[in-house]
């Protein structure tokens, strides 16, 4: 089993910036794919952006492209997701997941959930 509690979420106006975390315990977290997904109000989760155990290899939508940041330290067994320049749009909650030896934009292959982070941006 692996536990993930992400923080980090909160309101901040457009333009602003947010930096989210997820701890992890349970397993050896570098065997772990990491992602972030997130979901608005009556709107299916969709992929945010995710990246490979060892730290190489990040992947994005296009929608966050030059404006978000997925990070990991091992060490730490913690994810981030540096978010700037922030719309109204990115309004929604927001979950990290992780996929055991495995990392990509589909839901389907992800292990283990997080309860999600509220992120609110004003307009």
């Known amino acids: 089993q692996v536990q993930l509690v992400e923080s980090g979420g909160g309101l901040v106006q457009t333009g602003g910036s947010l930096r989210l975390s997820c701890a992890a315990s349970?397993?050896?977290?570098?065997?772990?794919?990491m992602g972030w997904f997130r979901q608005a109000p009556e709107k299916e989760r969709e992929f945010v952006a995710a990246i490979g155990g060892s730290g190489r290899g990040t992947y994005y939508t296009d929608s966050v492209k030059g404006r978000f940041t997925i990070s990991r330290d091992n060490a730490e067994n913690t994810v981030y997701l540096q978010m700037n320049s922030l719309k109204p749009e990115d309004t929604a909650v927001y979950y990290c997941?992780?996929?055991?030896?495995?990392?990509?934009?589909?839901?389907?292959?992800?292990?283990?959930w997080g309860q999600g982070t509220q992120v609110t941006v004003s307009s």
């Open positions: 997941a992780a996929a055991y030896g495995a990392v990509g934009v589909q839901k389907y292959i992800y292990d283990y």
């Open positions: 349970g397993r050896t977290f570098s065997n772990y794919g």
